[in-house]
């Protein structure tokens, strides 16, 4: 088995940036400090090195400054309402959700695939069962071509 390649390299780049994002995310819902200064502490992370900077700061900023539309997608989804999602599945969910409707270039699968990897692994117990279903909910309406595309194949 030989080195990864620059896409497989970049793909972890881009996992690794979802993981810190999600710990911003996490970060600022109990300190609500500024994306910026967020993003700054974030440097000093041992993982830091391993993420894309530029993809953590663009998902740590852009829910910040989006995260009452974030909200406003996810609640009909979410049985007992955002504001009772622990502050993890609410950050996972968060940047899934901001990914499927603005980062079209990340295809929908890979949105899910890693929101679950992450909700497994930092999540509560069956936190990942949750995630799932509220994403897949959210598919027809930022992702219905994709997912139609995929389908017809």
């Known amino acids: 088995m030989g080195s990864p390649t620059a896409a497989q390299r970049e793909n972890q780049r881009r996992q690794m940036?979802?993981?810190l994002a999600m710990q911003a995310l996490y970060q600022w819902q109990l300190t609500q400090q500024p994306?910026?200064?967020i993003c700054r502490q974030f440097e000093d992370d041992m993982d830091y090195p391993k993420a894309?900077?530029?993809y953590f700061c663009l998902l740590v900023?852009?829910?910040i400054e989006r995260h009452e539309e974030l909200d406003d997608s996810?609640?009909?989804y979410v049985t007992r309402g955002v504001e009772t999602l622990d502050p993890v599945g609410r950050a996972i969910l968060h940047v899934a959700t901001y990914e499927l409707a603005h980062e079209p270039s990340v295809p929908f699968r890979v949105?899910?695939?890693e929101a679950i990897?992450?909700?497994k692994k930092f999540g509560a117990e069956d936190a990942y069962k949750m995630v799932n279903g509220v994403l897949d909910k959210l598919i027809p309406r930022f992702r219905a071509l994709e997912k139609s595309a995929k389908r017809s194949r």
């Open 17 to 19: 940036s979802r993981r």
């Open 35 to 37: 994306a910026k200064q």
């Open 52 to 54: 894309d900077p530029e």
């Open 61 to 63: 900023n852009q829910v």
């Open 74 to 76: 996810l609640a009909p």
């Open 111 to 113: 949105v899910i695939n």
């Open 117 to 119: 990897s992450l909700a």
